[in-house]
């Protein structure tokens, strides 16, 4: 064990119900760091690219980092990591909580889990008591059911990891619930259809076991210097949650409404907005480990037609997908769709994009209440957001079809349906408007895991976050395309440190620096990186994923983004919009990259990153 690090990763052959440990590498911890880029390592090693995401032979990766389990500011986190059932391409799904450093405390950097097991399982794991338990009474218990009875069975205090019914059911867009009702969840890409097509219900850990620092005195004084900068800076976000920007979004014209055509929706907005719901049915705060901020909302309804809701509350990203993306403007009915989305484990953005892009197919008469099941699919219906939600969690009617996500929607109705199946590689974009921000156009589209605004978290740079630490000391103008692909490549660099460390991004509103992280980083490890030679880290993750994804035949073709958001402006927008200028932005990023034109890494790039002599894919299968 070297400081930083458990010094174990736990492997797991579900088929052979073989559990072995082993060590953790420390050349591997120096290159890829853990959580995002250690994961990304033994993915792109050990998955061969003919793999089917639901298949035994797909890997589901659990990793932590040197982060989790310290002091380090707002490190509850980890990343999940498997071949995606929706995309079909390399994915990673972040999620907060505490179940990251639970499992650092009990031993383990990591989980990797290959095979199927004959029945369901669940793991335990104890320190170093590590058994697979059936699961054969928990299948078919949604996310929360599920959480409250292993917690019983195993440790009340144990921390769990699961799947819903929706996972089971292999949902393409199944997700991840970890800390019980918080539901902190590892949601985008079907990393949950993965767990459940491994036959895998849960994994509940509890450790006891300190996390070696290397200057943990060193490390107090860091955290200690920073920490009040950040609840500075973030006070709105901890009052009011991630929600908070709902209004100001609707103004500048990042909120997507009416599946992303609408331009203005100002009272719409009020009615779901973070502030809302700090008037009404917020009962308290929810933080991650370590965490300083504390924008989880804690929900609860006790009366009316949606009473029973009581447990986390919608982020900005599920009340623009579940509300003003359908144009729902009901705040109760948006909570209820998400306990819903969370009990059976499916992924909020997603579910919302399928749902709006249900509705906009049946206003144009391309689906019929036969297709349906009799629902009216109008605009703003609470009750086909509520029906729809639950048939795509519980793979039943059109849900089914939804459920796989809208580019295979699109595919199976047709009719030009593609021109408003709003995704990028098969996976719906997140609840920001590329026509507002220009950054987010090369942003989603060169994202390795499809449509992700957290690969890059540019648009702050567009909107009221100066970063002068990669020479933006003001706003950058956010209709412009120039110099965005040079500041997208730098950002999305940073942001798989961000995920490896791991550490929550949200620490950009903080005003953390990267010297920060590095200062940390050091103090906790004992290393010495300069700033250049972390930032060359990131490089080097983001460029291995790049390749695992070439070799399944992504491109420039592929770096694009949907056409309503590259040639329809958001009406009655005035000027406050533009249409994105794709190609010279991802000219620029290639170039800056030191990409070829098609936006593959060159020899030169591959070598200087230490990537030219990696192993072939499939090569290293391990036991």
Known sequence: MFPGYAGKVVRVNLTRKRVKTQETSEELARRFVGGRGLAAKI??????????????????????????GTSALNSGR????????LTGLYAHSDAGGTWGQELKFSGHDGIVFSGKA??????????????????RHL??????????????????????????????????????????????????????????????????????????????????SLVKETAPIIVS???????????????????????????????????????????????????????????????????????????????????????????????????EAVAMANEVCNRYGIDTISTGAAIAFAMEAYEKGLISKKDTGRIELKWGSEEALLSLTRMIGARKGIGKLLGQGVRAAAEKIGRNSEEFAIHIKGLELPMHDPRTYTSLAVAYATSNRGACHLEGVTHPLERNTPFPEFGYETVMNPYAPEGKGEMTAKMQNLMCMFDSLPACKFLIFGKIKIQNLLDWLNAITGWSLTREEFLKIGERIFNLERLYNLRLGVSRKDDMIPPRILSNKRPDRGEATSLPHIGKMLSDYYQ???????????????HELGLIDEQPIGKKRQP
């Open 233 to 331: 800076n973030t006070s709105r976000m901890a009052k009011y949650g991630t929600s908070n920007i709902v209004e100001s979004a609707e103004v500048s014209g990042d909120l997507p409404m009416k599946n992303w055509y609408q331009g203005r929706w100002e009272e719409g907005a009020k009615k779901i907005s973070g502030e809302k719901m700090a008037e009404t049915i917020l009962v308290s705060r929810y933080f991650c480990g370590r965490c300083v901020i504390g924008c989880g909302r804690v929900v609860k309804i006790t009366t009316g037609k949606y009473a029973g809701v009581d447990g986390s509350g919608p982020e900005y990203e599920t009340v623009a997908s579940l509300g003003s993306l359908c144009l729902v403007d009901n705040l």
């Open 592 to 606: 800056y990259r030191g990409w070829t034109e098609e936006g593959i890494p060159t020899k030169e790039k591959l």
């Open 78 to 85: 980890h990343c999940v990591t498997c071949k995606s059932p």
């Open 139 to 220: 299948w078919g218990l949604d996310a929360y059911e599920t959480d409250e009875a292993v917690r019983k069975e195993t440790d009340e205090k144990a921390e769990v990891a699961c799947i819903g019914p929706a996972g089971e059911k292999l949902v393409k867009v199944a997700s991840i619930l970890h800390d019980g009702k918080h539901a902190r969840m590892a949601a985008r890409a079907g990393v949950g259809a993965v767990m459940g097509s491994k036959n895998l219900k849960a994994v509940a850990v509890k450790g006891s076991k300190p996390v070696r620092v290397a200057d943990s005195e060193k490390l107090q």
């Open 118 to 135: 004959r029945k369901p399982v669940y793991m335990w794991i104890q320190d170093e008591d590590v058994e697979l338990r059936s699961a």
């Open 43 to 68: 993915f792109f090693d050990e998955v061969p690219v003919a793999t089917e995401p639901l298949s035994p032979g797909n890997l589901l990766i659990f990793m932590t980092g040197p982060f989790a």
